[in-house]
């Protein structure tokens, strides 16, 4: 089953800053940019931030 978490909660609204920061991080790095979908940004970064909660990981969500 798999675990539900509260996007509106202050933990997760915390780990999602988190994450866009990783994200951003990560796509400078290794000269990358984000998708021009923001919807599709959104949604890995949430299923990001998800992952991390949840595993401890941010394991990607595809």
């Known amino acids: 089953m798999i675990a539900k978490i509260d996007i509106n909660s202050i933990e997760f609204k ?3 800053e988190n994450t866009k920061k990783f994200t951003k ?3 400078e790095k290794h000269n990358l940019v ?12 949430m299923g990001l931030t998800r992952n991390q909660l949840i595993y401890g990981k941010k394991y990607c969500p595809c």
């Open 14 to 16: 915390n780990e999602l």
């Open 25 to 27: 991080d990560v796509l």
């Open 34 to 45: 984000f998708n021009p979908d923001f919807e599709v940004v959104e949604s890995i970064e």
